[in-house]
């Protein structure tokens, strides 16, 4: 009879640990159903001196909105942009990565590279809008998703080089060697080593690109000026103005804006969980 489950079985499985994560994945997750209810909840609700978190009465008024100022199509411009920078970002910055960890290079030259992404960071992006004008002008990529995917690269590039230079340390340099004296080119060793045992390296890497790329508002405000072109978060500031701010429509929108990114953190969580607690070791 071992294998018949006992009565309390069920109660022994509500841990003090899992009762944490249980309440901590609430908190998480109470700004999502709120932002849910919200862009539901009629105009009028809006100025009740209480706080619902289920609206009273249901409206879709704010979704139906959206849809006339074409949505979707800002939707798909944050993601073109967003899969573009992160892209181009990965495909130069694990090459930079890898050079930095295997060929002789000057001493500390990764943390130069961590003091260049927190000045990048830390600028204001002003500071850099006119030379990044000249250059896209010069290009002919002003008001272009593309020419924001190559602006994107000033601060995304550098952080994709400096996390990847910890991944690819990571990677045991015998596997490396083993391969080469079996006569195994740069190329097939990347293709079969390094690149899978640090995937979920690139995938931890991948995520930050997208959320860094997905939330840009600035250089997306300066260089964008076709409303069809407009990303979300561009989008999202013509919503507040100073005679009316649409909550309704900021809350449909902020829900909607966010699913991507869980969508995509959930189809990778395995690989970013073994990213994050330095799963190549």
């Known amino acids: 009879m071992s294998g018949e489950a006992m009565p309390g079985d069920a109660g022994r499985g509500l841990t003090p640990r899992a009762l944490t994560a249980y309440a901590v994945t609430a908190l998480v997750l109470l700004p999502v159903f709120w932002m849910a209810g919200t862009s539901v909840k009629p105009p009028i609700e809006f100025v009740s001196s209480s706080v619902d978190l289920i609206p009273n009465a249901v409206t879709l008024e704010h979704y139906r909105a959206l849809m006339e100022d074409d949505i979707f199509g800002k939707v ?34 990764d943390v130069a590279f961590l003091v260049f992404v927190l000045l990048i960071k830390l600028a204001p992006p002003i500071v850099l809008a006119i030379p990044l004008y000249q250059v896209l002008r010069s290009l002919g990529l002003l008001d272009t998703l593309a020419g924001l995917v190559l602006v994107y690269q000033v601060y995304a590039l550098p952080f994709a080089i400096w996390m990847l230079l910890g991944f690819v340390r990571d990677v045991p340099q015998s596997y490396e060697e083993a391969a080469r004296i079996d006569g195994a080119s740069l190329i097939q060793r990347l293709a079969t080593i390094v690149v899978p045992v640090m995937a979920p390296g690139l995938a931890a890497t991948a995520v930050f690109l997208m959320i860094l790329s997905w939330n840009e508002f600035a250089y997306a405000l300066l260089f964008i000026q076709t409303p069809s072109k407009f990303t979300l978060p561009t989008y999202i500031a013509t919503l507040i103005t100073e005679d009316e701010t649409f909550w309704g429509r900021l809350a449909a929108i902020g829900f909607l804006a966010s699913l991507p990114i869980l969508a995509m953190v959930g189809l990778v969580q395995k690989w970013l969980t073994m990213g994050f607690a330095g799963g190549l070791k």
């Open 76 to 109: 798909v411009n944050s993601l073109i942009v967003a899969f573009g920078t992160t892209a181009l970002a990965l495909l130069a910055g694990f090459p930079a990565a890898y050079a930095l960890a295997r060929l002789e290079m000057p001493r500390r030259l």
